[in-house]
């Protein structure tokens, strides 16, 4: 069974910096790809940004320039990097592991941004 652990949520003012972390167990990480994921209140889950087993990157357009996602295979730990945060960047993140050929594709528990305006 497959676990995603998040961390590094909060409350930061606008133009902050924040950095997420999503830690996952067994041993098909290195080839899923990891995304992150947002839902803010009243709004429908929305991609921020994945990378796949090989490092190619997709991010939304709200947050091209800003925010980064990288992954060590090393340690099954995904990572995003938010810059110049804007209180509507606000929301529920989500990581997510796909591996559609290993039948995967399971949801950490969410952790909450918050950015202060």
């Known amino acids: 069974q497959v676990q995603l652990v998040e961390s590094g949520g909060g409350l930061v003012q606008t133009g902050g910096s924040l950095g997420l972390s999503c830690a996952a167990s067994?041993?098909?990480?290195?080839?899923?790809?990891m995304g992150w994921y947002r839902q803010a209140p009243g709004k429908q889950r929305e991609l921020v940004a994945d990378i796949t087993m090989i490092g190619i990157t997709k991010y939304a357009d709200s947050v091209k320039g800003r925010f980064a996602i990288s992954r060590d295979n090393a340690k099954n730990t995904v990572y995003l990097q938010m810059n110049s945060l804007k209180p509507e960047d606000t929301a529920v993140y989500y990581c997510?592991?796909?591996?559609?050929?290993?039948?995967?594709?399971?949801w950490g528990q969410g952790t909450q941004v918050t950015v202060s305006s």
């Open positions: 067994g041993s098909i990480f290195t080839i899923s790809t």
């Open positions: 997510n592991q796909y591996a559609p050929r290993a039948g995967v594709n399971y």
